[in-house]
């Protein structure tokens, strides 16, 4: 305590007791200041937590949300004190007007203290590790070493340009320190190669001839006149990295190969924020607000005049704490690798992943020279290593004569060129998108160098500023190239003059005003919007300008090519990027049209793409494949595809509800006593829950018994129904399998009444006859379980449909007959693919519809704001939609005017009796319809049911 006379006696020579303002009259009540040896060790300590009310106020919210208590409800003990505010020099000495020596002896102490703080190294910090090897010296020739090991293998009759670009790459890594960077990726990419795993090397990065020849990227820069400054440069101030993408399966087995290979590893963090609604719906809740009424704030539907003093409160107080840190998670893709103890940095935590990760996000991390290395994953990846694998298990030669890094073999492959002229790519990666199908159409692609084009106009802000449509009109109609600046359209002839890439400005900056291709890149930074500061741009803008002059440029013509270029630049798109994923759409492309049943199976396996998967196996059987669902003989938990037969069968994975212990319980007995030969032996073998093999029955997986669902559910429950009701062991015993065995050998139903005999009173008791009525199931049943379990039916949706539904199927046009109907108003009939949702130039609510019509073909509407309000979307289902069909480039669709989904039949599984009205298979029959012209779209096929053309 304050009079503790002994411990005030063991102070230090540089040890002082600190006394806050407030506790001043304490000191002086206590008389602690006149103690010989305690008073002279006193000193004002004025700490500072807040500014203002406002930031304690904030601060106690904060500590309820974390405590996930209400305010009221809020311990003292964990907030700090109000009064510990910044105070201004006079506002402390006259908080301290009492003590006033407490003061002086705080400023002699200051004035006594100095620190001397290192003077910041010139340049940008540097702290990843600095070699690879034992010196820079032994990296460069590693390096080169490589290089010419990729020179034979990419380059097999290089000229001396290649040597050229080669050499002043090399050069300017070595003097920018990043030889082991670029050596990094090598071994981790090389790793990858040997487990087998793909990789795309994407991002600025892939403008490096090195990245290409270390095989980190398969673009070539050369090709494509990339500018290697793009991505490193003497003017760069932020530190370049490489996007390197492996499979989802993969990528954990990569990371952790990091952490094994190198020394001083961890995952990056990133910050989670408040966002308005979260703020609003944290506050509304420690401040004790129903659910209603923060679900009204968060929606914004309250009238401001009438809120009452809480709801006040929670929103004035969201817009103070938005965009607040809320906690750490881990940045998506982020691995750092320091040149010595990883702790020197920063703390680490051990998140769910189990990987150590730094409690700082990648600015930081650029701030204390710490480059992270971008190690994702994406599904398109998986569906190219998965296909190879599925064609190598069928035929290991022609598995073993595809190299899927030879671009040159796939681009000079004439079916990938028809696949993407006809727009035919769903499952491909990035190129299966509704728009993107219908702006490959109308670009007419069949070629690299136009995919990657279209890779880069298709995004957003491109298309925005009008720079996707000044393209496609200028691909299209030569006459309309004249309508671009002579500079611009000499620079850039392969796009039009058209800025398609951030790249674009470069060429410009450089070729046209003489800026150096560091600087250009630097004007291109700008212009994108990452300019620190307006000055910097200002200065950027000069020097175009004058050094434009000076190589005899006129004036006007500078300002007219500025401003072109300041219009288009800050929605261009990184050409390396763009041609990163062509490489990938075409390796996608190419096994999709050499072996699709194989490449669709393996998109359905892996989950990911545009499309639900439902659409996946659409694809499939256009294809060609035959759809079966999933057979307890046949899969596991992935889809298998049998190219002899044209058979896929899906996956249990894909059946809701069915657990994986049940799953991995099936492919282990499988794998250990082959195929099941009845329910019997399913049940002994596996021993399933009656709710997991009512299941398996519904989902159609032991079809191979021949005995209907109806029959196999009635087995089941007999077998497992003392299970089910928990009875005891003994009765267990009694409905073994041995013993269900022998009744359900012929003796299935409820005994039979019989009379008496002569001379008797009661008849001697004769053992029962067991005679199982019919169990038929009612048509469309199995789709119906179906759409339950699986989330889609394996026949036509259209054979859903009623009557009256289908009477108006039978009155539309089809997709294949609308080029013969331009200009016309028609109704299509479509099952619902997707809904692309947009907002006009006036912030109207608008739509893209992209429905599959009778024959599997695609059918493309717009949905303008009048009618997107008055006829909105309603869910899955078949639609009927009215409007005028329009043409622009060849892609043909619908402008909607009105819209209505078509109702189903109900559910046969409720249906009174199980019985469903007649004629429900061939409600389409009476309209026959011809083949669709295309070979490859054959409409739906199935084993299940009839195709959507019966």
Same mark, same amino acid.
């Given at each position: 305590?304050?009079n503790d006379h002994?411990?005030?006696?063991?102070l230090?020579t540089?040890?002082w007791v600190g006394v806050?303002?407030?506790e001043v009259?304490?000191?002086r009540l206590?008389r602690?200041?006149?103690d010989?040896?305690?008073?002279?060790?006193?000193?004002?300590?004025?700490t500072?937590?807040f500014?203002?009310?406002?930031d304690?106020?904030?601060?106690?919210l904060?500590?309820?949300i974390d405590?996930?208590?209400l305010?009221?409800?809020l311990d003292a003990?964990e907030?700090?004190?109000?009064r510990?505010?910044?105070r201004a020099?006079?506002?402390l000495?006259?908080a301290?007007a009492e003590?006033?020596?407490l003061?002086?002896r705080?400023?002699d102490?200051?004035a006594?203290?100095?620190?001397? +703080?290192p003077?910041?190294p010139?340049g940008r910090?540097h702290n990843?590790?600095h070699?690879?090897?034992?010196?820079?010296?032994e990296d460069?020739?590693?390096?080169?070493a490589?290089c010419?090991e990729?020179?034979?293998y990419?380059?097999?009759?290089?000229?001396?340009?290649v040597l050229e670009r080669?050499e002043?790459?090399?050069?300017?890594?070595r003097?920018?320190?990043?030889?082991?960077y670029f050596l990094?990726?090598?071994?981790?990419t090389?790793y990858a190669?040997?487990?087998g795993y793909?990789?795309v090397g994407?991002?600025?990065g892939?403008?490096?001839?090195v990245?290409?020849l270390l095989?980190?990227t398969?673009?070539d820069?050369?090709e494509?006149?990339l500018?290697f400054?793009r991505?490193?440069?003497l003017?760069r101030?932020?530190?370049?990295?490489f996007?390197?993408?492996f499979?989802?399966?993969?990528r954990?087995?990569v990371?952790?190969y990091?952490?094994q290979r190198?020394p001083?590893?961890?995952?990056l963090?990133?910050?989670?924020?408040?966002q308005?609604r979260?703020?609003?719906?944290?506050?509304g809740?420690?401040m004790?607000?129903p659910?209603?009424e923060?679900?009204a704030?968060?929606a914004?539907?309250f009238?401001?005049?009438r809120?009452?003093?809480?709801?006040t409160?929670v929103?004035?107080?969201?817009a103070v704490i938005?965009d607040?840190p809320?906690s750490?998670?881990?940045h998506?893709c982020?691995v750092?690798i320091?040149?010595?103890?990883?702790?020197r940095?920063?703390?680490l935590?051990?998140?769910p992943k189990?990987?150590?990760?730094?409690m700082?996000d990648m600015v930081?991390?650029?701030?204390?020279?710490?480059?992270k290395?971008d190690?994702?994953?994406q599904?398109?990846l998986?569906?190219?290593?998965?296909?190879?694998?599925?064609v190598?298990?069928?035929?290991?030669?022609?598995a073993a004569?595809?190299?899927?890094?030879?671009?040159?073999r796939?681009?000079?492959?004439?079916?990938?060129?028809?696949?993407l002229?006809e727009a035919?790519?769903t499952?491909?990666?990035?190129?299966?998108?509704?728009a993107?199908?219908?702006?490959?159409?109308?670009?007419?692609?069949d070629?690299?160098?136009? @995919?990657?084009a279209?890779?880069?106009?298709i995004?957003?802000g491109v298309s925005?500023?009008?720079m996707?449509?000044a393209?496609?009109?200028r691909?299209?109609?030569?006459?309309?190239?004249?309508?671009?600046?002579p500079? @611009?359209?000499h620079?850039?002839?392969?796009?039009?003059g &058209?800025m398609v890439?951030?790249e674009?400005?470069?060429?410009v900056?450089?070729?046209?005003?003489?800026?150096?291709l560091?600087?250009a890149?630097v004007?291109?930074r700008?212009?994108?919007?990452k300019?620190?500061?307006r000055?910097?741009?200002d200065?950027?803008?000069d020097?175009?300008?004058?050094?434009?002059?000076a190589k005899?440029?006129?004036?006007?013509?500078?300002?007219? &090519?500025?401003?072109q270029?300041?219009?288009?630049?800050?929605?261009?798109f990184?050409?390396?990027h763009s041609a990163?994923?062509?490489v990938?759409?075409y390796q996608s492309?190419f096994l999709k049209?050499?072996f699709?049943i194989?490449y669709?199976?393996?998109?359905?396996n892996?989950?990911?793409g545009f499309y639900?998967?439902?659409f996946?196996?659409?694809e499939?059987?256009?294809?060609?494949?035959?759809?079966e669902?999933p057979c &307890?003989?046949?899969v596991g938990?992935?889809?298998?595809a049998?190219p002899?037969?044209q058979? +896929?069968?899906?996956?249990?994975?894909?059946?809701?509800?069915?657990?994986?212990a049940t799953?991995?319980a099936?492919e282990?007995a499988r794998a250990?006593?082959g195929?099941f030969?009845?329910l019997i032996?399913?049940v002994e073998r596996?021993?399933p829950? +009656?709710?997991?093999?009512t299941?398996l029955i519904?989902?159609?997986? +032991?079809r191979f018994?021949?005995?209907?669902k109806h029959v196999?559910l009635?087995e089941?429950?007999?077998?497992?129904?003392a299970e089910?009701q928990?009875?005891s062991?003994?009765?267990?015993?009694?409905?073994?399998?041995a013993?269900v065995?022998?009744?359900l050998?012929?003796?299935?139903?409820?005994?039979?009444?019989?009379?008496?005999?002569?001379g008797?009173?009661?008849?001697?008791?004769?053992?029962?006859?067991?005679?199982?009525?019919p169990?038929d199931?009612?048509?469309?049943t199995d789709a119906?379980?179906?759409?339950?379990?699986?989330?889609f039916?394996?026949?036509?949706p259209f054979? @859903?449909?009623?009557?009256d539904?289908k009477a108006i199927?039978?009155?539309?046009?089809?997709a294949?007959d609308?080029?013969d109907r331009?200009?016309?108003v028609?109704t299509?009939v479509g099952?619902l &693919?997707?809904?692309k949702?947009t907002?006009?130039?006036?912030?109207?609510r608008?739509?893209f519809?992209?429905?599959?019509?009778?024959?599997?073909?695609w059918?493309d509407?717009?949905?303008?704001?009048d009618v997107?309000?008055d006829?909105?979307?309603?869910?899955?289902g078949?639609y009927?939609v009215r409007g005028?069909?329009?043409?622009s480039?060849g892609?043909?669709?619908?402008n909607a005017q009105?819209?209505?989904?078509?109702?189903?039949?109900?559910?046969?599984?409720?249906a009174?009796?199980?019985?469903?009205?007649?004629?429900?298979d061939?409600?389409l029959?009476s309209?026959?319809?011809q083949?669709?012209k295309?070979?490859s779209?054959?409409g739906?096929?199935g084993?299940?049911a009839p195709?959507f053309?019966?």
């Open positions: 305590g304050l002994d411990e005030a006696a063991a230090g540089d040890e806050q303002a407030w009259p304490a000191v206590a602690a200041d006149r010989p040896t305690l008073g002279p060790r006193l000193l004002a300590l004025s500072a937590t500014t203002c009310k406002r304690w106020n904030t601060h106690r904060l500590r309820a405590h996930n208590t305010l009221s409800r003990a907030c700090g004190d109000p510990d505010c910044f020099p006079n506002e000495r006259k301290y003590m006033p020596e003061v002086a705080a400023e102490l200051l006594g203290c100095s620190m001397d +703080l003077e910041p010139e910090l990843n590790p070699t690879y090897t034992e010196s820079e010296d460069e020739a590693l390096v080169r490589l010419a990729g020179l034979a990419r380059y097999p009759d290089h000229d001396d340009a080669m002043h790459e090399i050069g300017l890594i003097q920018q320190g990043f030889l082991a990094i990726n090598w071994d981790i090389s190669r040997s487990k793909f990789h994407r991002g600025s892939a403008n490096s001839l990245a290409y095989r980190i398969d673009v820069p050369i494509l006149d500018y400054e991505f490193l440069n003017y101030a932020n530190p370049p990295d996007d390197i993408d499979s989802w399966t993969d954990d087995d990371v952790a990091m952490f190198f001083n590893v961890a995952l963090a990133a910050y989670n924020t408040f308005y979260a703020a609003v719906r944290e506050l809740k420690v004790g607000l659910k209603h923060i679900d704030l968060c914004g539907k009238n401001p005049n809120l009452g003093e809480m709801e409160v929103l004035k107080y969201a938005r607040f809320s750490l998670t881990l998506a982020g750092l320091a040149h010595d103890n990883i702790h940095y920063g703390a935590f051990m998140p189990g990987l150590p990760t730094v700082f930081v991390a650029e701030d204390v020279g710490l480059h290395f190690i994702l994953s599904r398109g998986g569906k190219i290593k998965d296909a190879l694998e599925m190598r298990a069928r035929d290991p030669k022609t004569d595809i190299d899927i890094h030879d671009m040159r796939f681009k000079a492959d004439e079916g990938v060129r028809a696949m002229r035919r790519a499952g491909c990666f990035y190129v299966e998108s509704p993107m199908r219908m702006l490959m159409r109308k670009l007419q692609v070629d690299y160098l136009g @995919l990657v279209a890779s880069s106009v995004r957003p925005r500023s009008g996707m449509q393209y496609i009109e691909h299209r109609d030569p006459a309309k190239r004249a309508d671009a600046h500079v @611009l359209l620079l850039m002839p392969e796009t039009y &058209v890439y951030q674009d400005v470069i060429k900056a450089h070729r046209f005003a003489g800026l150096d560091g600087e890149d004007l291109r700008g212009m994108s919007g300019f620190r500061s000055e910097e741009f200065r950027a803008r020097a175009f300008h004058t050094k434009a002059v005899g440029h006129a004036s006007d013509m500078v300002r007219e &090519v500025w401003r270029m300041e219009s288009f630049a800050g929605y261009a990184a050409k390396g990163s994923y062509a990938e759409s492309l049209v050499h699709p194989e669709m199976c393996a998109c359905i892996n989950f990911g639900r998967t439902e996946y196996v659409h499939a059987r256009m294809l060609g494949a035959r759809i669902a &307890v003989n046949t938990a992935l889809a298998v049998d002899t037969s058979t +896929l069968t899906l996956g249990f994975n894909l059946v809701k509800d069915l657990n994986h799953i991995a099936l282990q250990e006593g195929p030969a009845s032996d399913l596996v021993a829950s +009656l709710e997991q093999l299941i519904r989902v159609g997986a +032991l018994t021949s005995a209907t196999l009635w089941a429950h007999f077998l497992l129904a089910a928990g009875t062991n003994t009765s267990r015993a009694s409905s073994s399998p013993h065995a022998e009744l050998a012929g003796r299935r139903a409820l005994p039979a009444r019989t009379g008496t005999g002569t008797e009173l009661f008849a001697p008791p004769k053992p029962p006859t067991y005679v199982l009525p169990l199931a009612a048509p469309l119906f379980d179906e759409w339950e379990l699986l989330g039916p394996l026949c036509s054979l @859903l449909l009623t009557e539904a199927v039978r009155s539309g046009v089809l294949r609308l080029p331009i200009g016309e028609v299509v099952h &693919v997707t809904v949702e907002a006009t130039a006036k912030g109207e608008m739509c519809g992209c429905f599959v019509d009778l024959e599997g073909a059918l509407t717009v949905h303008f704001p997107a309000r006829f909105p979307f309603r869910g899955r078949v009927a005028t069909v329009s043409e480039f892609c043909v669709g619908v009105r819209m209505e989904r078509l109702a189903t039949l109900p559910d046969p599984r409720y009174e009796n199980g019985v469903m009205p007649a004629g429900i061939s409600g029959s309209r026959r319809r083949p669709p295309s070979a779209a054959p739906f096929r084993t299940v195709p053309v019966p």
